[in-house]
Nanobody, 115 residues
């Protein structure tokens, strides 16, 4: 079992920046990839970005380079730096980890972009 805890969500104005982080604990060996998904009200959960244990990254094309995912394998954390935030980025952001065919989720952290 892998336990994921997110932190860093909050309220930010349009154009602002926010960083969310996720700490993994438990059976954390051989985590294949860690990533972030988000779910806005009334919408399905969607991939934001993920990063493999080797550092390969993938982003949702709609982000237009505004977000950056990073991972600290020694600390078992993954972070998402979000810049130039837009109203449409408002959502609950979930940390996700994949290990040996199993997927794990955090409880989510709310990010609200509002003026």
């Amino acid at each position: 079992q892998v336990h994921l805890v997110e932190s860093g969500g909050g309220l930010v104005q349009p154009g602002g920046s926010l960083r969310v982080s996720c700490a993994a604990s438990g059976s954390i060996f051989s985590i294949d990839y860690m990533g972030w998904y988000r779910q806005a009200p009334g919408k399905e959960r969607e991939l934001v970005a993920y990063i493999t244990s080797g550092g390969t990254t993938k982003y949702a094309t709609s982000l237009k380079g505004r977000f950056t995912i990073s991972r600290d394998n020694a600390k078992n954390t993954v972070s998402l730096q979000m810049n130039s935030l837009e109203f449409e980025d408002t959502a609950v952001y979930y940390c996700n980890a994949a290990q040996a065919g199993s997927r794990y989720w955090g409880q989510g952290t709310q990010v609200t972009v509002s003026s």
